[in-house]
């Protein structure tokens, strides 16, 4: 099809031999040929009859009696004798349409090459459309392993490729990853495997063939223009806005609600519908307006602070018959590229582009991640009213709600965005009364015994929980009798039957009718209960108490499984009630008090009213079903069927999560009683206090309180010989929810994706069979892990700083993790107090200064030697420990000299620095000297030098880990007499009298001080710490492994 250059222009259809006779929706070639490839165009074949569609050379499906023009196709004759006419080329000249081509047998540089073109009254080639591409392909066939250069540069290296002559371009079909990141170059034509593919080369080292092209007066009609040029005169349309020098308008589709947010294709048709495209970026004066706007709307910051915010723009590569190049969604030429290098994209799952707020470049992702996106519409150009499907045209109103019923089919998700076009959305059920108003108007549009119809409930993948699209709570079902909740990883959406209004799951991508529903209010985002004090008094024994509650779990006991009605009779003996759970946080405590409880707990919820409620009468403002709960029928008669339990199954996973159960059946239960004010209160966990260390099961917990990236969390808690927190339980997940409400801010996690795979996996190689993904997490293929104030999890960019993170110390951990040792550092020796990091135990010395020398001196004396610092981490230990010596040093030497032999800078120990921190030099002598020392800064942790004279720091001491008694071995002398060892004892005993008082002292001024307080990292500024960073939280200096 590629070869065909001319279709008359009043022909805008064509039959060819592809049809679907046979099977519907699988299409065969009429001669019997294989299909081995196809060129649809995008969204076909559909069977869709009604749509208006311009598939401009591409494929489309349509009824097969339609009258259309056709082509036909038969075997080709050879001919022998003179070949025809060759339309005024020039011998050894090929013509096409109205040009003819000549390629070079001679390999020559980008300038060379025009030079010889410009020699022979021509110039090196364009191509400008598909066509010319297919015939150039033909040219090139055989010539496997070499290129040829093209007219196509950036000799100016703005990042714009432009054709040599000044055309625009409006055609391009790159290679692989091309262009690259680096600007400038000149483009080649590749051959075999690649052929015809364009590449980008060096203009002035790089050699190769070299196609030229001679322009002739047209000899048949030439091919219409793809679009015509907007206007620089043109308005835009209400929304959207332009610059004077551009020619489109532009308008950002964002939302802070994550169901109106879109994967690629979902924000490409809804640019499409109203007449516009996604963006396209075809010059940086076009790129910098855009980033205006984009700062107009959110404002200007710092990349470093400001939150990760992508939006799709219209650059992909999803074609798969398009060679993986990457090209525009409005058929704009790929001339202009922004990618952010640090994103790596040469895979086969990040097919479509974001730009990202943050650095304004672009970042290539995965085409079904949920973002907000831009779309580009021609000046002068109206917005199309979106074509509204047919069905009832009159909204029915039936108490504080309206309903629309559309018998037009689209799959479920197409049917939510058509709801949300009428500020509405599909259809929720909480009711017998609804329920039965549904069915009386579906009937009225009953055209199809049992047909089905969309409503609002669905799951997202991997989680199997129903909630409904407008964000109210599941508190009334209709399953169809034999429906089996079964829990799966697939997404489900909920259909409704026109006849008995019951309620079955099917793919989402069925076409069924649908049911929209709108109201005046709109479901407010989950908040934080206030956490007030708790209430005056106290709870009886074995009660346990939690906010203004008590709480009384009865279970495992003799005599303690119980119906539904009889727990809720037993309550009411204990002058309490069947426990209602009004928030998260009540859910959280309960579930962490599960790990020695193993039967399911009754709850006061049930559906004795025909549709879930609590006894009490409370009003339902919390549930947390189970994946496929709730799942059994509905009561009639007010007989009570399902009431709801707490979860404490076979599926470890979902424990804490509500089951809907057969009331007669008998478990555990939960009953609740108000604090009772002549009692005692007691000591209550809840709310944590901040900076302390955590205790619970087997684990200890620090929460750190500063802005940093997940990498920085990372070392920060690795210095505490811990490690970001993973979650492998809903116990664990309980008691951390609780841990993370009193910040009311995101905690970064140990759960990452760096590399941009398919699978998160925890720091500790712990698996991954529990998770507490947030609602449609995760969205991104490459990216790190916190915990919302909720608790639930989300994803982000790994360089955003958040306000903390989780650090995990694992008491009774059987694995081996970089940060876990078994050796341990010596006692105190001398006046050393050794602390551990990693394989090495330190000894801080601030409250002296002396010289680099006599530091040596100092810690040889211990059996160690002076500081080597191997990377980050390290430093950040140290720099953290100087905070306590703050006020006592100017830093600490670093056991590092210049070797004239070697030429380069050596630790003590001989061995290469390979990781450095330096500060900003502006004078002193030259880094490589054998006349410079060395050290660490303690208030911002980089690195200084100067001259050794003059020059009094602390010290710090290194010693390997070994056995203790290897260590004292190694360090004190030996003695031949009993003398000498009754001498040597008491002076020992001597230094550990003055070495206790020494300790206590530095204590309580450490305390006094404030330990930590004043915390800074930087590895560019030596300057003061400001008043922003000092509010890192810390253990206290002595820590270690076995705290």
């Not at 409880?597 to 004795?608: A, K, Q």
């Not at 002549?678 to 900076?691: G, R, T, V």
Request: proline share 5%; with cysteine; aromatic share 12%.
């Amino acid at each position: 099809m590629q070869n065909i250059v001319y279709i008359p222009p009043d022909v805008e259809e064509l039959w060819i031999g592809l049809n679907d006779i046979k099977h519907q929706m699988s299409f065969e070639w009429s001669d019997g040929s294989a299909v081995t490839f196809t060129s649809w165009h995008p969204f076909e074949p559909n069977n869709f009859r009604d749509s208006m569609e311009d598939c401009e050379g591409k494929w489309n499906d349509s009824p097969c009696n339609q009258t259309l023009p056709s082509i036909c196709k038969k075997p080709g004759l050879v001919t022998q004798g003179s070949s025809e006419d060759n339309h005024g080329c020039q011998k050894g000249w090929s013509w096409h349409s109205s040009a003819c081509y000549w390629l070079s047998d001679e390999q020559v540089t980008y300038n060379e090459a025009i030079k010889s073109c410009s020699g022979r009254s021509s110039r090196l080639v364009t191509v400008k459309n598909r066509f010319e591409q297919a015939f150039v392909n033909s040219l090139l066939y055989g010539s496997d392993g070499n290129y040829y250069w093209t007219a196509l540069q950036d000799l100016n290296r703005t990042g714009v490729f432009t054709w040599y002559n000044g055309d625009e371009v409006t055609y391009t079909h790159w290679n692989w990853d091309e262009p690259g990141y680096d600007k400038g170059g000149c483009v080649v034509l590749a051959t075999g495997r690649s052929l015809g593919l364009w590449e980008v080369k060096d203009c002035v080292t790089f050699s190769a063939k070299y196609i030229c092209m001679q322009s002739l007066i047209p000899m048949i009609p030439l091919l219409p223009a793809a679009r015509p040029t907007p206007s620089l005169n043109g308005s835009c349309p209400d929304g959207w806005n332009s610059a004077p020098n551009l020619r489109h308008c532009y308008k950002v589709y964002h939302s802070e609600k994550l169901q109106e947010k879109k994967s690629w294709i979902s924000a490409q048709q809804s640019c499409r519908e109203i007449g516009a495209q996604l963006l396209s970026v075809s010059s940086v004066g076009e790129e910098h307006y855009v980033a205006h706007l984009l700062n107009k709307i959110f404002g200007e910051s710092e990349p470093e602070s400001q939150e990760q915010h992508w939006f799709w723009i219209g650059l992909n590569r999803r074609d798969p018959s398009g060679d993986q190049s990457w090209v525009w969604s409005d058929g704009q030429g790929y001339s202009y590229h922004n990618f952010d290098r640090s994103y790596q994209d040469n895979d086969d799952i990040r097919r479509c582009v974001v730009l990202d707020l943050s650095s304004l470049q672009w970042v290539a992702i995965e085409c079904d991640s949920q973002m907000d996106w831009i779309c580009k519409l021609p000046k002068g150009t109206d917005i199309k009213e979106p074509e509204v499907p047919k069905g009832n045209t009159e909204w029915i109103r039936f108490e504080n709600a309206e309903y629309k019923f559309f018998e037009h089919r689209s799959t479920w998700q197409q049917a939510q965005r058509i709801c949300t076009w009428f500020g509405a959305e599909l259809t929720s059920v909480h009711s017998p009364a609804e329920l039965d108003f549904l069915v009386q108007n579906l009937q009225k549009s009953l055209r199809v015994q049992e047909q089905h119809w969309w409503i609002g409930l669905h799951t997202y993948e991997n989680d199997g929980r129903f909630r409904w699209s407008d964000k109210t709570l599941l508190n009334f079902v209709n399953w169809a009798p034999g429906w089996i909740g079964r829990i799966s990883r697939e997404k489900k959406c909920v259909y409704m039957t026109a006849v008995r209004g019951e309620w079955g799951d099917q793919k989402c991508i069925t076409a069924l009718p649908y049911v929209c529903k709108r109201t005046n209010t709109t479901v407010p985002p989950p908040t934080l209960p206030p956490l007030s004090p708790p209430s005056v008094g106290g709870c009886p024994k074995t009660w346990l108490p939690f906010m203004n509650k008590c709480f009384g779990v009865r279970a495992d006991g003799k005599g303690e499984s119980r119906t539904w009605q009889q727990a809720r009779e037993f309550c009411k003996v204990l002058n309490g009630e069947i426990a209602t759970i009004d928030n998260y946080l009540e859910q959280a405590f309960i579930t962490s008090i599960l790990p020695n409880i193993t039967s399911d707990l009754w709850i006061g919820l049930n559906n004795r009213q025909q549709k879930f409620q609590w006894e009490e009468g409370q009003p339902l403002a919390y549930v947390n079903w189970a994946p496929g709960a709730p799942s059994r029928e509905s009561s009639s008669n007010g007989k009570m069927v399902s009431c709801a339990a707490i979860w404490h199954g076979p599926q470890p996973q979902f424990t804490g999560r509500w089951d809907d159960k057969l009331c007669t059946e008998k478990h555990g239960y939960v009953c609740q009683i108000s604090k009772v004010p002549s009692l005692s209160p007691a000591s209550e966990p809840f709310p944590f206090p901040p900076s302390t260390r955590l205790q619970y099961r087997n684990s200890s917990y620090l929460i750190l309180q500063k802005p940093m990236t997940w990498t920085e969390a990372r070392l920060l808690c690795e210095t505490r010989n811990a490690t970001l927190t993973s979650i492998s339980d809903p116990y664990q997940q309980a008691y951390l929810t609780l841990a993370v409400t009193g910040q009311k801010s995101p905690l970064w996690i140990g759960l990452s994706n760096e590399e941009g795979g398919r699978s998160y996996s925890w720091l500790t190689d712990d698996g991954t069979s529990y998770i507490n993904w947030r609602d449609g997490e995760p969205q991104r293929l490459s990216a790190c892990v916190y915990m919302d104030a909720q608790g639930t999890w989300s994803t982000a960019n790994c360089d955003n700083k958040l306000p903390g993170a989780i650090c995990n110390y694992n008491t009774q951990s059987t694995k081996t993790h970089k940060w876990s040792f078994n050796s341990s550092c010596p006692n105190s020796i001398g006046d050393s107090s050794w602390i551990p990091f990693r394989d090495y135990c330190y000894s801080f010395h601030m409250e002296v200064n002396i010289s680099q020398k006599d530091a040596a001196k100092t810690c040889q004396k211990g059996g160690g030697d002076v500081l080597t610092i191997v990377d980050e981490t390290e430093n950040l230990f140290v720099w953290e420990h100087l905070q306590t010596y703050e006020s006592q040093t100017q830093g600490a030497w670093l056991g590092m000299s210049f070797s004239i032999k070697e030429g380069s800078l050596l630790w003590n120990d001989n061995t290469p620095v390979n990781y450095s921190n330096w500060g900003q030099q502006d004078s002193g002598p030259s880094l490589l000297s054998p006349n410079s020392c060395y050290w660490i800064e303690g208030s911002n942790g980089v690195w200084g030098l100067g001259s050794c004279t003059n020059i009094r720091k602390g010290v710090i001491c290194k010693l390997y880990r070994a056995e203790e008694d290897n260590i004292a071995k190694s360090i004190l002398p030996p003695h031949s007499t009993a003398v000498a060892i009754v001498v040597l004892s008491t002076f020992a005993l001597c230094i550990l009298v003055v070495v206790i008082i020494y300790l206590y002292r530095r204590r309580k001024l450490a305390a006094e001080q404030g330990a930590f307080e004043s915390a800074r990292y930087s590895r560019a500024s030596t300057g003061p710490g400001g008043s922003a960073d000092k509010n890192i939280l810390v253990s206290d200096m002595e820590m270690n492994e076995q705290e």
